[in-house]
């Protein structure tokens, strides 16, 4: 039985892989949008607060202020739908949740930038010197 769960969710899994984000990243996530006969991309970008499941079932929650009013977003990770996702800055956090970014208004809902140690700043630079 475990086999034939496991075959289904590896059709379900993206072939082109998925992008390495984690909790407190600033996100541009590319949502198709389907419209009548049409499809068009809109990009909905927020702070991911949350990562849960694995496999072909893992979601993440994405948060943003619209208007003053807080909008959260659950997307899958492996879905058609989601075109791309691209990492604009990554957050610097101490939990594996951020739902307390819900109470908070204002200034106080911006993350610190994780900054990188140098020996990762380093081995990125000489990799794409190589390319």
Do not use: C
Not at 21 to 34: A, E, L, R, S
């Amino acid at each position: 039985m475990s086999k034939i769960l496991d075959k289904i969710h590896q059709e379900q899994v993206k072939k082109d892989g998925v992008p390495e984000f984690t909790i407190g990243d600033t996100v541009h996530v590319h949502v198709k949008i389907k419209e009548g006969d049409k499809e068009r991309v809109q990009v909905f970008t927020g702070t991911v607060i949350a990562r849960n499941g694995r496999g072909s079932t893992e979601t993440y929650t994405v948060r943003r202020i619209s208007y003053g009013e807080g909008v959260e977003r659950i997307f899958p990770l492996h879905a058609p739908s989601v075109a791309k996702v691209v990492v604009e800055k990554s957050g610097r956090v101490r939990r594996a949740k951020l739902y307390y970014l819900r109470k908070l208004t204002g200034k106080a809902t911006k993350l610190d930038e994780a900054v990188e140690p140098d020996a990762v700043v380093a081995a990125k630079a000489k990799a794409k010197a190589k390319a």
